[in-house]
């Protein structure tokens, strides 16, 4: 079965150092997601990404964060000068192109020391 | 906007019984969708069921099953004979109808233990 994967499972970082997470969506689909989970909250929405522009972002979103679709597999999330408040769970996903439903890779988290 | 609210930060249950999960939302919109995500330790995100606003009918999905009160805006899921692998934090979602790349909006979470 077709997944979303994303890499590293775990990244650690220096504060103000920049870091780049990324995913490989399921290979047909054409919408993709990056969601933020810090630990004992909810997951939030950062920003989705369609026909390589953003097509919405949150208020979360800022000029530090920046997406990009590199070729045509990989989807990555940049984070310029990171915070400690940066550290988080960060979620993956993607749809089809009529699809309803958003699949999810398995994380990546994120520690910023 | 729309928000989403579950009420129940934790829950518990016994192996093979059955238990409810709350789920209430707020919006203007008529047109919607609405899924139930799970969360086991590895964190990853997987979806349950979904429930279109415009069915009236409930989702079902073998041992899972919500009820859903478009007039009351509640979307409740039972989980019928729990398994020790139901254990796992479980997200109540939004999603638009408009457009397909529509973001989810999620609830709290209610962490549900499974006890043997």
């Known amino acids: 079965e077709p997944e979303v994967t994303q890499t590293p499972s775990h990244q650690v970082t220096q504060m103000g150092q920049e870091v780049i997470l990324r995913c490989v969506p399921i290979?047909?689909?054409?919408?993709f997601y990056w969601y933020r989970q810090i630990l004992g909250q909810k997951v939030e929405f950062l920003v989705s990404?369609?026909?390589?522009?953003?097509?919405?972002k949150s208020e979360i979103f800022d000029d530090q964060f920046s997406v990009e679709r590199p070729d045509g597999s990989n989807f990555t999330l940049k984070i310029r000068s990171t915070k400690l408040e940066d550290s988080a769970m960060y979620f993956c996903?993607?749809?089809?192109?009529?699809?309803?439903?958003?699949?999810f890779g398995a994380g990546t988290r994120l520690s910023v020391l | 906007a729309q928000t989403v609210t579950q009420s129940q930060p934790e829950m518990s249950v016994q192996e093979a019984e059955t238990v409810t999960l709350s789920c209430t939302y707020d919006?203007?919109?008529?047109?919607?969708?609405l899924f139930w995500y799970k969360q086991p330790p590895s964190r990853q995100m997987i979806l349950v069921i979904r429930?279109?606003?415009?069915?009236?009918q409930n989702a079902t999905e073998n041992r899972f099953s919500v009820n859903f009160q478009k007039a009351a805006k509640s979307f409740s899921l039972k989980i019928s004979d729990s398994q020790l692998g139901d254990a796992a934090m479980y997200f109540c979602?939004?999603?638009?109808?408009?457009?397909?790349?529509?973001?989810?909006?999620f609830g709290e979470g209610t962490q549900l233990t499974v006890n043997p």
């Open positions: 996903a993607s749809n089809a192109g009529t699809g309803v439903i958003q699949y």
């Open positions: 290979s047909n689909h054409l919408y």
């Open positions: 990404f369609y026909n390589n522009e953003i097509s919405e």
């Open positions: 919006t203007s919109e008529s047109d919607y969708y």
């Open positions: 429930q279109e606003a415009y069915k009236q």
């Open positions: 979602a939004y999603r638009t109808w408009e457009t397909s790349g529509s973001r989810l909006t």
